[in-house]
């Protein structure tokens, strides 16, 4: 019962995973796994502007849709070009969004150096909020992860096209206003990386398990040792995945003996 803060914390990061392990498979069939992180710092340079300008509006002050304003229109302005770019400069696309991601992770930086709490901000941009997370941050989240996965589900299609950079420039910045950058690229690559072997349903409920030991320890270690969330689950969540790669080789190694 001490720990029924949590709950919204938990809810948030299950449904930031379901929502990141199915735009992770595409992420890995792309080879644009670099694609996450520069989305993820575009949403951050949009958060600084939405926090030191867009607020200055009364329509947007203290409003969550004052507060995503300037992430979704700077994060669907990138993803529009990254699609633009993978059909005239594929062979270097990779590179090229890691220039990017250098751009705006600076432009950020220079946007709150003036302020004294700069770095604060950096710094829960990086690491998120998970761990502070509401009922409003669940209702948010969940109803944007399911419009985008019902669509996905009826559309299927939209994935395989330029629609997937569109999905991913709307969830992303929702995503990472409560991950952080780091949490958000390992919730979108360590579960599908780790189960690039498995096909179908088995690599959906796989990727769900991982997900979900990495999110459930990382919580009680940050809750208990007052460590920071986003750092603690990204470290869960890569050993979740390294003990299940481990566990499948001596399953393996132990089946050839016996047979």
Known sequence: MDYLWLLPAVLCG?????????LGQQVLERKIIFIDLAVAQVAALGAALSQYWFTQFDVFSSS????????????????????????????HLEAMIGCLFAVTASLAMLLVSKDPHGGDFLKSILNGQLLWATWSDVVYLGVI??????????????????GFYLIFAILMPVTVKLTGIYLEFALLVIPALF??????????????LLGSVGILSGLAASAVFDLPSGASIVITLFLSGALFILLTHLHRQLFWRLF
């Open 14 to 22: 299950y449904i930031a995973l379901i929502g990141n392990i199915v």
């Open 64 to 91: 969550w849709l004052g507060q995503m304003l300037g992430p979704w229109v700077l994060s669907i302005m990138f993803c529009l070009l990254i699609a633009l770019l993978e059909d005239h400069w594929k062979q």
């Open 145 to 162: 992860t399911a419009l985008i996965l019902t669509i996905i589900a009826y559309r299927p299609l939209l994935m395989k096209g330029r």
């Open 195 to 208: 189960t690039a072997s498995l096909k179908g349903k088995a690599a959906l409920w796989i990727s769900l």
